[in-house]
């Protein structure tokens, strides 16, 4: 059912009041309007508000669209908080890579190693296959009541185990044998944050906590288990239901539905900071990086929780897109990491904002 027919056309009235922009002196109206324009392009396309932060040599551009609320003028606050998703994979791979340097990990090793009896067939699936996506585990999001399902809303304050999520999809069949194929599954970032907590005896939330949030100084970051709350000051997140009149207000929800593969709230500051110390070479040594750059089946555009993509101006840009049933966000940054980019937007369902956030993402890291 559509939810709240013609809304993009109820938020146009306050689209002009409501489009906030952020310029640092360095960057020339020129490019602060180029960059505008496409971020303003990306709300008519499937949001209700957007926000993002350019950091390159020129400075700092940040900016807002849309609003905040819906039924208000409110303005998207331009530093807000959000649900980033599965962005989250970068940050927890990174963490087992470090490991892997420590040599407390192998990316060799199987699943069966370190959790012995949990995966079948485990002895036959490695570390480097579940960063990859290569494993043939069952997506567990395909098994859970995600919007439209009401029950999504029914549950919304439902606590979910590790356990519980890796059950669900291991109770599927796989999708291909390990190594064979890219099939994009968040079982395998779940088995991976219990593999953290079974090397270093602490949850896999306080090793990133302790090894990437803290040192980045990523006062934005939080993981926060099951608190359903967003820090504020943040976008409303809305979820189009089956039967109900209208997009129902989701931005509080238990967030242990995404746990290890998703659960992390931030800011578009803190992401970019996060990418642009990851692939400046500050968190893993280079054949860690490079080991991360490489395509877990030849020819993919996806490595060891981290994704990349080409630009109109052949320069490959390297990070992660994430979608929090709400909420969907890109951070992706330059290889020399020189250029950032991440953007943030809260779903309107009127239509998909994926092919206007791709070309805002490319207006920025090209310039």
Not at 51 to 59: F, H, M, P, S, Y
Not at 76 to 94: D, E, I, N
Not at 155 to 176: K, M, Y
Not at 259 to 287: C, K, T
């Amino acid at each position: 059912m559509r939810a709240r027919l013609g809304l993009v056309a109820a938020l146009a009235a306050v689209l002009a009041s409501s489009t906030a922009m952020v310029p640092s002196a360095a960057y020339a109206g020129e490019d602060r309007d180029a960059l505008q324009r496409r971020l303003d392009d990306v709300v008519p396309a499937g949001a209700i508000g957007a926000l993002a932060e350019v950091r390159t040599d020129r400075g700092v551009w940040r900016g807002t669209s849309g609003v905040a609320e819906i039924g208000t003028s409110r303005e998207v606050p331009v530093r807000g908080s959000f649900r980033a998703g599965s962005v989250m994979k970068s940050f927890l791979a990174t963490v087992v890579l470090q490991l892997v340097g420590e040599g407390r990990l192998r990316l060799d090793d199987s699943i069966e190693r370190w959790l012995p009896g949990v995966v079948p067939g485990g002895d036959r699936i490695t570390l480097r296959q579940l960063l990859a996506h290569t494993s043939g585990l069952y997506d567990v999001v395909r098994t859970l009541p995600l919007p439209p399902d009401p029950r999504f809303v029914e549950n919304r304050w439902h606590t979910w185990s590790a356990t519980d999520l890796i059950e669900r999809g291991l109770a599927q069949p796989p999708t291909h044998a390990p190594g064979a194929a890219f099939s994009y599954t968040s079982t395998g970032y779940l088995l991976l944050g219990q593999v953290v907590e079974e090397v270093t005896g602490a949850t896999y939330a306080a090793e990133i906590e302790r090894r990437i949030i803290g040192p980045l100084h990523l006062r934005h970051t939080m993981l926060p288990g099951t608190s359903p709350w967003i820090p504020r000051p943040h976008p409303h997140g809305y979820a189009q239901v089956e039967g109900a009149a209208e997009l129902v207000d989701v931005t509080e929800m238990n967030p242990s539905l995404f746990g290890a593969a998703g659960e992390i709230v931030s800011s578009a500051g803190d992401l970019n900071r996060f990418f642009a110390a990851l692939l400046g070479g500050r968190l893993l040594p280079a054949r860690l990086l490079a080991e991360m750059k490489t395509p877990g089946i030849p020819g993919e555009t996806y490595g060891l929780g981290l994704r990349w993509e080409d630009t109109s101006c052949g320069v490959p840009v390297y990070g992660h897109d994430g979608d929090a049933v709400a909420y969907q966000t890109w951070s992706f940054v330059t290889a020399d990491g020189r250029r950032q980019a991440t953007l943030a937007v809260t779903r309107s369902y009127e239509g998909d904002a994926d092919d206007a956030a791709a070309e805002f993402i490319d207006q920025a890291l090209c310039g």
